[in-house]
């Protein structure tokens, strides 16, 4: 069975491969050695390498998780249809994750108030993939194509731009969840730096240039101390690889829009959750593992005390990037020439109230009215930090940002999609 790198990366240039040329070499010395044979087995090896060299610029140019095909009349006309403005001064996004927690909830709130909506999304499996084949259906109702493709992949992304002249790009694509980057780093590096960078990529040569409003994490505060996180306070600490790409991705930013006069708008996302949610975070996991009697792992801080996170429901995210398009200002450049200063600007999206892990457990058997068997443990060195808390003054200010659901209310609102979604004691999806 190919290991899950392999999967993957069919296309990560495998030593195999060469030394697979080089063993038929030294065969090929040994059997053939008359002239004429030689020269044919020459021509065949120089047939076998242009291959191999047109195979791997193919999958070079990005396709690497996602094998599905695009292109066609048909398939343009969905995207400009997508793409279609129904109100006035509305815009036309291009929204990478559309399949995503956030990606699809922001897609719907921009679909809804007439604006155009195209997505992208590789449908990649680190967590269910029918649960985005679930959120894309919900798209497809409400009028919103989502092209399967990644965001590495540059001919893909340029043939959007010329089918669509975007006014703004929502980027919700990227490898999530703190701890699996232990176990597959190479993801991070391909989603959240590789194809930020092909996106960007884009974005500068398009024209009109877009304005670009990213998913950065909360996580980059890392081992900063000082609370609550303010966006000027010391993000130079990652404890997690997740973290360093997502600074990285700021700094990325900040060069496409000092060069190239991209107008960027950076998202600090604290712990998002809620209906539709990702399987891979706690509140979720949780929930699966309480219906079906399962024991919970729940982390525990130094000196045994508790880790607490600043959750944030969907709904108040949705509004901070929905608010985040409406004021990014426009980006000056065109054609990958910088015409004038375009705005930078970061953003904390949070509560401002955390709440710690035990207490999140306390409420999620309120909702489930089952009791969670907790399994306690002492935080691993996994990259986790003890916790979080923004100050989303700066968002409150230049977004007009206000978050109005506390965690009660909104795992109310979560437990009760999961038990229509999967229904009790099941991990599957009941429609
Ligand atoms: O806002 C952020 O910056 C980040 O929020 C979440 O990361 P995290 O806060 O670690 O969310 P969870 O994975 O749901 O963990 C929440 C808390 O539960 C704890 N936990 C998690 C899993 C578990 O089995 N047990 C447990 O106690 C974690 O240590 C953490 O304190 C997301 O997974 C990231 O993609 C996102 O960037």
């Known amino acids: 069975m190919p290991s899950l790198e392999e999967e993957l990366f069919p296309s990560t240039p495998g030593k195999f ?13 040994r059997c053939f050695a008359s002239t004429s044979t030689m020269f044919l087995w020459a021509l065949f090896l120089i047939a076998l390498t242009a291959s191999y060299l047109s195979f791997q610029s193919f999958v070079d140019s990005g396709s690497r998780y996602f094998t599905a095909s695009w292109g066609g009349i048909q398939w343009e006309k969905q995207i400009r249809n997508s793409a279609q403005i129904h109100r006035s001064k509305g815009m036309s996004v291009l929204v990478t994750g559309a399949a995503g927690f956030v990606g699809s909830h922001v897609s719907l709130a921009l679909k809804k108030r007439g604006d155009g909506v195209v997505g992208i999304d590789n449908f990649n499996n680190y967590y269910d993939p029918s649960l985005k084949k679930a959120r894309k ?3 497809n109702n409400q009028g919103i194509f989502i092209v399967e493709g990644d965001i590495n992949d540059a001919r893909l992304i340029a043939k959007l731009f010329d089918i669509v002249a975007f006014t703004h790009v929502m980027h919700l694509a990227a490898q999530a969840g703190v701890r699996y980057a232990m176990e597959n780093p190479h993801s991070y590096v391909h989603s959240n730096i590789a194809g930020l960078v092909t996106l960007l990529e884009a974005c500068k040569l ?44 700021e700094e990325i930013t900040h060069t496409y829009n000092h060069i190239y006069g991209l107008s960027v708008t950076g998202l ?39 880790l607490a996170r600043d959750f944030t429901y969907i709904d108040d995210i949705v509004k901070g990037c929905v608010g985040s398009l409406d004021t990014s200002g426009k980006s000056t450049g065109s054609g990958g020439k ?7 600007r970061i953003f904390n999206l949070g ?13 999620l058997e309120r909702h489930l009215k089952v009791k969670a068997k907790r399994n306690i443990v002492d935080m691993p060195g996994n990259g986790d930090v003890p916790f979080t808390h923004a100050n989303i003054s700066l968002a ?13 209310t909104g795992l109310k609102k979560f437990v009760k999609w999961y038990l229509t979604y999967y229904g009790y004691n099941r991990g599957k999806a009941v429609h």
């Open 17 to 29: 491969k060469i030394d697979r040329a080089h063993n038929m070499n030294r065969q090929f010395n």
């Open 137 to 139: 259906s919900l798209l």
């Open 206 to 249: 398009a024209n009109p240039q877009p304005s670009v409003v990213w998913a950065s994490s909360s996580s980059v505060y890392g081992l900063n101390e000082k609370v609550p996180f303010s966006e000027s306070d010391r993000t130079d600490q990652p404890a997690s690889l997740y973290a360093a790409t997502k600074k990285a991705g």
């Open 268 to 306: 600090r996302f604290f712990t998002v959750y809620g209906p539709f949610g990702r399987p891979d975070m706690a509140y979720f996991s949780f929930t699966r593992n309480i219906l079906q009697g399962k024991p919970i792992t729940v982390y525990r801080g130094k000196n045994r005390v508790d």
């Open 338 to 344: 910088k015409r004038g200063p375009a705005p930078y």
């Open 351 to 363: 509560n401002t109230s955390p709440v710690t892990v035990p207490t999140l457990v306390n409420i």
């Open 396 to 408: 409150q200010r230049e977004l007009g940002y206000k978050p109005t659901t506390d965690l009660e």
